[in-house]
């Protein structure tokens, strides 16, 4: 292995460690809470499930102006302005004492998570690997869902032991002590080149479509869908996945260590998804995700049986947040690097429409229906529909031609 090797796996691991503090005490431990918030505020499940729509619509609409600052430039800066503002947050989330005051701190958390983990991250490691890309994705990306599962126990443990603003306070601290330091000491946006570029510079060389022409692309297209799909039933189930378990009779404990274990599965299963990506392109594995996922609903329909139940969270653990790490994969194995950043940017808005409206249906439909069944069979059709997505979407080089064959008959009729 070259010292330039050595390095890029070096990043992996600290990008490893940003996802877990950051996306895993940010995003993920929104189950855990949810119960807590409405216990503490007595709101609504409607009005509760608000504040992670919040946290969507943020962090979506924050993602098109990282995309564009990562194209422009060094990720180390974009993600340092991340991990500040999401320890900011939390830290304002410890003080809140109302729901507007909930909201704006999980407002910003979104702009935390939004600059200071997935995209940045993928960003680093599509350009620091080539073929063994889908392994170091897969291993970045695994950070999201071990965070999931060690600070859902951390977050629970607290709240029982102290309440909610302490678990806050307590979720800021390793991101101003460990992630703030390791994110200026290590992440580079681009192996060292012989020739010194700036960010713009080097990315203009790559291979690629810019983004007007990746518009005239039919996987661009259903990138886009594949995005809202995964986006709309994961955070529809997930965020309500702790209350269903409670609203089935397990315990609090019982149902914060079916997430927790849910994350840990997931975890092993993105390491391994991105592995077989890498055998068999992320456009085939992204179909195979989203089916098993419309799977472990069907089998979360039946998890009043503890052996179903059991069933449900090895089958859902083992993929939901897969699409995390396999649609950035996808990007790049469609549409090329040159101004992956930005596209990345742009697709995940529809990522950010499915993430908001997500928790929202599932608090409406058990708000008028007092049963989460019907929004679990909505989100089994629209996982369906995500694999005829992921399905349709071409290779690079198939697209390209496909595209300018297109722009010669036009130019010629």
Known sequence: MTPQERQGWFIVGCLFVAMLLVFGSGYDTTPTFLPALLKTFGWSRAKTSLIPSLLALSLGLCVIPVGWALDRFEAKFVMLVGTIAAGAAFMLASRAHSFFAMASAYLLLGVGIAAGTVIPASFVVANWFGARRGLAMGITSAGTTTGGMV?????????????????????????????VPLVTLTVRSRAPGAVRMSVAEAGAKLDGFDTSVAFRTRSFWMIVLAQFCFALAATGVLIHFNQYLIDLHYSAAAAANAVSLSFGITTVGKILMGAFADRISARIALAVSFVVQAVALVLALGATHLWIMALFVLTFGATFAVPLMLIPLLIAESMGLRRYGSISGITAVANTIGAALGPIVSGWIFDFAHSYTIAFEVYIVIYLLGAIASWACRPYALERAMTLGSTAASALA
């Open 151 to 179: 600070m859902n126990l951390v977050a629970a443990r607290v709240i029982a032991a102290h309440g909610l603003r302490a678990a806050y306070f307590v979720l800021a601290i390793p991101i101003f002590a460990i992630v």
